[in-house]
């Protein structure tokens, strides 16, 4: 195994705002250089105010819509005064391999941090570290077993996660960016220009099946996951080792990641972890990690730690927001169809962060964790 971690260089912010992911993403690579010296600290507004006159002015790019166009996270970080010898460049090709290859040999050789534009190019996210089975030197072809990156959702919090290999292309990385323009059906990364060619490869896994594990399978398995991986002896996850941490009542969640009505698509488990003393709103109990395992298998597809400990919000008060909306008597709502869900949509980008679906007759509802009540399941902006 070889591995890279350049997360103890780069601070985890959340976006202030729901399109500044890639002012947020901006922000932790340029406070995130390998050398402190060169670190520097700039507000999300400055940045996003460079990006937008750094956006693509081709007419077909403008009229997409672009919170952060590649062009836009790649002039602005070249012009946020860096040291000599920094030379930011977007890295873009109908080849998710052939980006990653070089994305991860120019990390490995310079040790910076590089953002990724992740759900089909709804979002940007900053790749901190990676392991694979072999180091990514020229002519290798590497396998690549789990990647760790920065997201700046949820809002004001952020999300530092590890997947799997074989989970990040078959979620973020599931698909080429789907809006017209310079970037369509390419895969995108900011990086320095590719020093050599290369390929990686990565292990499928199957993600759907006949019959869903328990909560208290997945639970076992979760366990089990943290102990093989000896994830409680990594800094950043060494609160899952904690005597006063034990894990909260696991969330079946369905992925739709096309926005169909599929019958057998994929499920996971969030097993959210906390300290038994550490509660919320209406005594809720606070989450500050998360594990995510196939919900047929068992298998280890990805583990979250929150910038901040948050709040899952139980299906009872959903159902209390919903019945409020819609000036409805309490217990009104019985019948009611509701799942808990993850899409890339303007709700969430984050498979910890998933929402309530909520269907009335013909009447189809959303709730954020926050509480926050949807009529419509909109698409991202891009690069928001």
């Known amino acids: 195994m070889y591995s890279k971690d350049l997360s103890v260089n780069v601070p985890l912010y959340g976006q202030d705002q729901c399109v500044y992911c890639g002012a947020a993403s901006g922000q932790m690579i340029r406070n995130g250089y390998p050398n402190p010296a060169d670190r520097l600290f700039y507000t999300q507004l400055n940045i996003w105010n460079t990006i937008q006159v750094c956006n693509s002015t081709d007419p077909t790019d403008v009229g997409q819509g672009w919170a952060t166009d590649p062009h836009g996270l790649r002039d602005c970080l070249q012009s946020l005064n860096n040291p000599a010898g920094v030379h930011w460049t977007e890295f873009a090709d109908a080849s998710s391999n052939a980006v990653l290859f070089d994305m991860l040999f120019w990390m490995n050789i310079r040790e910076y941090p590089s953002a990724v534009l992740i759900n089909q190019g ?6 901190v570290g990676f392991v694979s089975d072999v180091e990514p030197v020229a002519g290798s072809a590497p396998t690549l077993q789990s990647i760790n990156y920065y997201d700046p959702e949820p809002h004001n919090v952020g999300t530092d996660t590890t997947m799997t290999g074989a989970q990040w292309f078959a979620g973020p990385w599931n698909g080429g960016i ?36 328990s909560a208290a399978q997945a639970v076992k398995y979760t366990k089990q996951w943290i102990a093989e991986m000896k994830l409680a002896k990594q800094s950043k996850y060494n609160l899952l080792g904690r005597k006063d941490v034990d894990n909260l009542k696991p969330m079946l969640v369905r992925e739709e990641m096309t926005g169909g009505q599929e019958k057998n698509v994929p499920h996971y488990y969030i097993v959210p972890f906390g300290f038994k003393s550490e509660f919320g709103e209406r005594k809720v109990r606070m989450a500050r990690a998360c594990v995510l395992v196939n919900a047929y298998t068992g298998k280890l597809e990805e583990v979250t730690v929150f910038g901040k400990p948050v709040r899952y919000l139980p299906k009872e ?61 909109l698409p991202s902006i891009p690069g928001d």
């Open 317 to 377: 008060e959903v159902l209390e927001i919903v019945t409020a909306a819609m000036h409805m008597k309490q217990g009104s709502l019985r019948d009611a169809e509701v799942t808990l869900m993850f899409q890339p949509s303007d709700i969430t980008h984050v498979r910890t962060w998933p929402f309530w679906q909520v269907k009335i007759a013909k009447r189809t509802l959303y709730v954020d964790q926050l509480g926050k009540l949807y009529s419509k399941l």
């Open 122 to 127: 709804g979002h940007w996210v900053v790749v």
């Open 178 to 213: 789907i809006y017209a323009g310079t970037w369509q059906n390419q895969y995108v990364a900011v990086v320095e220009p590719p020093i050599e060619k290369g390929k990686i490869k990565v292990e499928e896994v199957k993600r759907t099946g006949k019959e869903l594990l």
